[in-house]
């Protein structure tokens, strides 16, 4: 029985989705206009319309839809993320996955679903002065989003690829839980990653979107935002150009779209992208700092037995026995957590070169991939990333990779490593230019083994960009929320400290990393934020 298409069916109903490469139709003025339709830009879209505001909701991915998902990688890839997918920092050190597409990353994540930690709520608190952020302040947010979006910790058995962790952790005798997940009627088919073809999936395509429009929101899809018209202290207007086909460049029709208030909600490097092509006041110089990835490192374990980590829920088991921060400054701390095994994806990650890359596919199916998840940001002298823009206008993040982030790869490989021994592996493989597959933890810590606290290397293997392979799903920050407008750029409540009719509503507030995969805390955060704007 064929799978409705929310989103066509609405349009077909008369939804206000509107092609932006092609010129604008005469459209209702809006109340509100709303860059960005991802976690953030639709949560909030939802509550404002709810409340009676006209919405435009502008966005410079174009429309995919459950018609459209054939879990397909490298059309998805091309379509459906940032630069293609290959979105790296400035050095390439880091690949970076972003989502950009209606719905944004939501319509592409793997449905991983946390509140967010306590220590880091009581981090933004004590630091950066939100005095909401507490887990009784928060909780209610928390709740309601999850009750919106069917959150859940995931009732089936997880995949081979997943239950690694919980084998390995409970013979290490280490904690591990179950991922919640934002699924309904979900087919377990793997492919989260390039969109969901039932619609099980309860991203913003298939929630808050919908909603927002049923009431009347007005959707731009295919239309970049290059640039915020402001004068004196008030933003006037949004100018903005059709992307071509390709969504390679933004070389269509161009329009100014004018409202009273205005909502950033494009994620983090592109939220401060625009802010910085559009000169925006930034007297204290912290507009595009303290951006925060999460940096994941890996270790790819082969074993006697089929695991088909490419089907079943890309996320279900996880340990947060590394995840707090560490008195040891040195380090930080690490979720651990598996990535789908998809070929594409995983041919990118694993590295390798001729033969030894054509070993390591031909193992794919007794293969596992584990990832550490790292929690950086809180510490004096960790001040994340920073934003600029080359010369062609697109965003860019330069983001230096530190000594005690080595630490942490050092230190996260050998517990990953030692996991996945642990769980029945055969051998293990730190992802790395020049990891060897080793048969033993003895092995695998001889070569992987660092010098702590020094440039030194202990091991065969060098802690430096490019050698190490690292990536990352979650981009933060950029645009610190704050209480003290010299430390940040938006107030507690996302308000522009200079800005007065512009709001941000999205991960590029978080003033640090979560610590767990961001979409519930963006969910729960806009959501609170939305409705004080409501409310205002």
């Known amino acids: 029985m064929p799978v409705p298409d929310i989103f066509r069916e609405g349009m077909q109903r008369g939804w206000l989705v509107v092609d932006g490469s092609q010129p604008l139709p005469q459209l209702p003025p809006p109340d509100v206009i709303i860059i960005g339709s991802g976690a953030g830009g639709a949560t909030a879209a939802e509550i404002l319309s709810e409340a009676g505001l006209r919405v435009y909701i502008l966005e410079e991915g174009s429309l995919k839809t459950s018609t459209d998902f054939h879990n397909d990688e490298l059309k998805a890839y091309a379509e459906m993320y940032q630069e293609g997918a290959l979105r790296t920092s400035a050095d390439g050190g880091v690949a970076i ?111 808050s979107l919908p909603a927002a429009l049923e009431k009347g929101a007005v959707l731009i899809h295919s239309l970049r935002a290059v640039k915020l018209d402001h004068h004196k202290g008030e933003v006037l207007g949004v100018q903005c150009q059709g992307m071509n086909s390709t969504l390679t460049s933004a070389n269509g029709p161009k329009v100014t779209l004018r409202a009273p208030r205005f909502i950033l909600a494009g994620g983090a490097i592109n939220n401060p992208g625009l802010l910085l092509r559009s000169k925006a006041p930034d007297p204290h110089k912290q507009l595009g700092k303290r951006t925060f990835l999460h940096p994941v490192c890996m270790t790819l374990a082969t074993f006697d037995t089929p695991i088909d980590g490419f089907y079943g829920a890309p996320q279900s088991v996880y340990s947060d026995h590394f ?138 293997l060098r802690y430096e960009p490019i050698s190490v392979r690292l990536s990352s799903a979650h981009v933060m920050g950029g645009c610190a929320m704050g209480a003290d407008a010299r430390m940040s750029v938006v107030d507690t409540h996302g308000r522009h400290h200079q800005l007065q009719n512009l709001s941000i509503m999205d991960g590029s507030l978080f003033p640090t990393s979560v610590g767990a995969n961001p979409q519930l805390s963006i969910y729960a955060l806009a959501a609170r934020l939305a409705t004080a704007f409501v409310n205002k």
């Open 97 to 207: 996955l972003q989502g950009r597409t209606v719905g944004g990353t939501t319509t592409v994540n793997w449905t991983s679903s946390f509140r967010t930690p306590s220590s880091t709520l009581a981090q933004w608190r004590s630091e950066w002065g939100v005095d909401y952020a507490t887990d009784a302040e928060m909780a209610p947010w928390f709740a309601r989003m999850e009750q919106r979006l069917n959150v859940s910790r995931w009732q089936m058995a997880p995949n081979a690829n997943n239950d690694v962790i919980r084998k390995g952790c409970e013979a290490l005798d280490w904690s591990w839980d179950i991922i919640p997940r934002n699924v309904k009627g979900c087919w377990n088919l793997g492919y989260c990653g390039t969109g969901c073809p039932v619609n099980a999936k309860q991203s913003m395509l298939v929630t």
């Open 323 to 460: 995840n707090e921060v560490p008195a040891d400054s040195q380090r930080m701390g690490f979720k651990l957590e598996v990535p789908p095994m998809q070929p594409s994806i995983v041919a990118a990650l694993m590295g390798g070169f001729g033969e030894q890359h054509y070993n390591r596919i031909q193992d794919l199916s007794k293969s596992n991939l584990m990832l550490a998840l790292m929690r950086d940001g809180f510490f004096p002298d960790d001040p994340g990333g920073s934003v600029s823009i080359r010369s062609n206008g697109d965003a860019v993040l330069d983001y230096p990779l530190t000594d005690r982030l080595w630490n942490t790869v050092a230190e996260a490989y050998v517990r990953m490593a030692e996991i996945q021994f642990a769980a029945g592996a055969k051998e293990v493989t730190p992802l790395h230019v020049n990891g060897l597959a080793t048969h033993s933890i003895d092995t695998f810590k001889a070569q992987t083994q660092k010098q702590i606290g020094t440039q030194g290397f202990a091991g065969r």
